[in-house]
């Protein structure tokens, strides 16, 4: 789990293909800590038959899902089709600017003034998704089910708190925000620097 994630910041894969069932952490968490930072296409591998777990991957960010026992010619066929669509040479940013901020995907280190800032996992989680699609506003919805999980979709409270501690460890005023600005209602937005 961690260590493939770590593996994967690393070598920057053309193609990830992962197993759900692993020692240290469920499969679906690593997919869905994959996608905060990668693009690449995710072939998932698994015993696990339900519709209900083949629906969770491939909303977490699965490209496709192939259940065990499977041939090896089906499994190769699938691998190429991931890699066709692919774009050639996927140059994935590593870090993203904001003036004094910068996130960093692949290493999961957010720096405010060339000072790394402690952020919890879920702060973390709504940093990254904001800073994807800077200027854009994300539906608290959207984070909440991307984040949370797709059964916390009303559970606004969850998501005020956190973009509230988010705010303090960044200095970031609401009333006159840096970085983050509350679209009431609706969302939240990252502003591009």
Request: glycine residues 8%; proline residues 5%.
């Amino acid at each position: 789990g961690n260590e493939g994630l770590a593996q994967a910041a690393l070598s920057k894969p053309d193609l990830l293909v992962l197993d759900l069932g692993l020692p240290d952490m469920d499969g679906q968490q690593v997919l869905r800590e994959f996608r905060e930072w990668s693009t690449v296409p995710v072939l998932v591998l698994s015993v696990r038959a339900s519709e209900v777990q083949k629906v969770e991957a491939l909303d977490s960010g699965a490209n496709d899902y192939v259940t065990k026992p499977f041939g090896i010619q089906e499994f190769l066929a699938r691998v190429r089709a991931l890699l066709r669509q692919a774009p050639a040479g996927e140059a994935q940013e590593a870090a993203l600017n904001f003036g004094p901020l910068t996130v960093d995907l692949a290493y999961r280190r957010v720096m405010l003034d060339g000072v790394e800032v402690a952020l919890t996992r879920k702060e973390y989680a709504v940093l990254a998704q904001l800073a994807r699609h800077p200027g854009r506003v994300i539906t608290q919805q959207q984070l909440l089910k991307d984040i949370w999980g797709p059964t916390h979709t009303e559970d606004s409270h969850y998501l005020r708190i956190v973009v509230g501690h988010l705010r303090q460890k960044l200095a970031d005023d609401p009333t006159q925000p840096r970085f983050i600005v509350t679209e009431a209602g609706v969302g939240y937005r990252l502003l591009n620097a």
